[in-house]
């Protein structure tokens, strides 16, 4: 089974922007630490990291959900396995059972769903005494985490939050 970290972020990122160019930087750094890379499939930041990942020789692979984005034209160019989801919550879905690892680029309520969705995840995890795969934030998402409701320390514990593709190609590597 190949080792896969999966990347969520923004589809309204524009080529050669600092946001694209951190994301490529992060895609570059999953690939480094030795992983593959698996994204939503689109434009924007996930094309950003699947380039990175492409140029840094990972297999690249897209989640994609045409009939929920009839307007995009398919995968973006550097995604090497396809798989289409009927729905946006098979989408989902189908990368967090991919997933080795997560990564949340900056987004809007598509990047905040598919975060919830891997934290949830990890926390059912961690109460079923399983493994619970990391999930690495960017630090851009902080201001948005901290203690509410009925959010404690422990459960926020299951984020790590990172500052840049340096960093998190360190906490990737030792993942092992």
Do not use: C
């Amino acid at each position: 089974m190949r080792r896969i970290v999966v990347v969520f972020g923004s589809s309204r990122i524009s080529p050669k922007s600092p946001a694209w160019e951190e994301a490529h930087r992060f895609g570059r750094a999953v690939a480094e630490a030795g992983f593959d890379l698996a994204s939503g499939g689109y434009g924007g930041a996930m094309e950003a990291a699947s380039l990175g990942a492409k140029e840094a020789g990972a297999l690249v692979v897209g989640v994609t959900a045409p009939a929920v984005f009839p307007g995009r034209a398919g995968a973006n160019p550097y995604v090497d396995l396809e798989f289409p989801a009927p729905t946006l919550l098979s989408r989902i879905e189908r990368m967090l059972d991919l997933g080795r690892a997560f990564v949340a680029l900056p987004g809007g309520v598509g990047t905040f769903t598919e975060i919830a969705a891997a934290w949830n995840r990890a926390f059912v995890d961690r109460l079923a005494g399983r493994a619970v795969p990391p999930i690495f934030v960017h630090e851009s998402w902080r201001a948005l985490f901290r203690p509410a409701l009925e959010i404690d320390e422990e459960q926020l514990s299951l984020l790590t939050f990172v500052r840049d593709a340096k960093e998190l190609k360190g906490r990737l590597m030792a993942l092992g």
